[in-house]
């Protein structure tokens, strides 16, 4: 691979939040699991557990945590509240511009945000989820190696052809995920990564979002 092919990669790598429903040949998700796995981590302690849902098991899942959002509030492992201000709340008011104006969803249409936002916890209609855990006692260190598995995946994907769309969302409500897949109190929902076969039809899939210019980020010391 050629320093331009991987940079084509990962530039065509964007979060597709729409779906078509046929399945992803199981060889395809294994291919894409097997090369994630060489995901560096501190130490080589390969922080994460993954667990894959498809199908009617994963439409039962989404129904329960829309159930759960139409009724309650949230209650992630990891609390989701911290304030965005300055550049970082500018970035974020783009991002749900572009999202909410190719959906042809207004400002003041609070009824189309709020049935946009469900979306995210059906997964947006993917055949297949995977959500991603942090073993018991581990902590931010993990958690930034679990980042990096997490990005290797979803590039993986993308080179398998498939579409994917990493999601807070799906961490919203992790005792009703824990207890759909029969897992006890101890490891933290992160992530979902929801992955399929992209719909070019769908209006969500035609928003585009840009990148900060490497001198916001960068500082350079000679």
């Not at 992630?76 to 104006?101: C, H, N, W």
């Not at 769908?202 to 960068?218: G, Q, Y």
Request: aromatic share 6%; with cysteine; net charge neutral.
């Amino acid at each position: 691979m050629t320093p331009e092919d991987f940079d084509t990669l990962v530039r065509s790598r964007r979060s597709v939040r729409g779906y078509l429903p046929t399945p992803v040949d199981p060889a395809r998700i294994e291919a894409a699991l097997q090369t994630a796995l060489w995901a560096p981590s501190n130490c080589n302690v390969q922080p994460w557990t993954v667990h894959l849902v498809s199908g009617e098991r994963l439409r039962a899942l989404g129904r329960a945590m829309i159930e759960a959002a139409q009724t309650g509030r949230p209650h992630p492992d990891v609390p989701m509240d911290t304030p965005y201000l300055g550049i970082f709340r500018e970035r974020q008011i783009g991002s749900a511009k572009a999202l909410y104006g190719a959906m042809g969803i207004a400002r003041d249409d609070r009824e189309g945000r709020a049935a946009a936002f469900l979306r995210n916890l059906d997964a947006f209609g993917a055949p297949h989820a995977l959500f991603v855990f942090l073993p018991e006692g581990f902590g931010t260190r993990e958690a930034a190696d679990l980042g990096g598995f997490v990005q290797t995946l979803m590039l993986a994907l993308t080179a398998q052809g498939l579409g994917s769309v990493a999601q807070g969302a799906l961490s919203l409500y992790p005792d009703i995920v824990r207890a759909h897949l029969g897992l006890g109190v101890g490891p933290q929902l992160m992530v979902g990564i929801a992955f399929g076969h992209e719909d070019p039809a769908h209006p969500a899939n035609a928003a585009r979002t840009d990148r900060a210019r490497l001198s916001e980020i960068l500082t350079r010391h000679d």
